[in-house]
């Protein structure tokens, strides 16, 4: 039995191999496709990133500048979004699962809307007359 496996292993791994070189070579993968090759203005982000962390005097933290960055992206795109930093994203989810907040609301995060369920009595909320539904 042991003879038969050092002759089935490398016939069987070979022929994986061979299969996957024709799958691989008739689903037309396209190594310049824009997904797998480096753009020129991601080249010019990371170019200008990696210039601020290795050649810089002073020690800089780079993650804040990225983020800085991504804020001023988002915010040329489109004035809703956002982007939330890890660090904030914990803090920002829970905040949307449904919380009574500082107003006096309780409230749900339906997709891109926010529902308010109930004002709680005597809260700020109720007395601007914000009613739940």
Known sequence: MKGRNKIYTPLLL??????GLILGARLNFDPTDE????????????????YIDYEYVDDVNTDSIVDVTVNKILEN?????????????????????GD????GVSFYNIQD???VIKALE????????IRGG
């Open 35 to 50: 997904l797998f090759t480096a753009n020129p203005k991601k080249q010019k982000l990371n170019r200008l990133i990696d």
């Open 113 to 115: 809307t926010i529902v």
């Open 77 to 97: 795109l489109d004035p809703h979004s956002v982007y939330i930093p890890k660090d904030e994203y914990q803090r920002v989810t829970e905040n949307m699962k």
């Open 14 to 19: 070979s022929i994986a191999c061979a299969i």
């Open 122 to 129: 005597g809260g700020p909320s109720e007395k601007m007359g």
């Open 100 to 103: 009574f907040v500082g107003i």
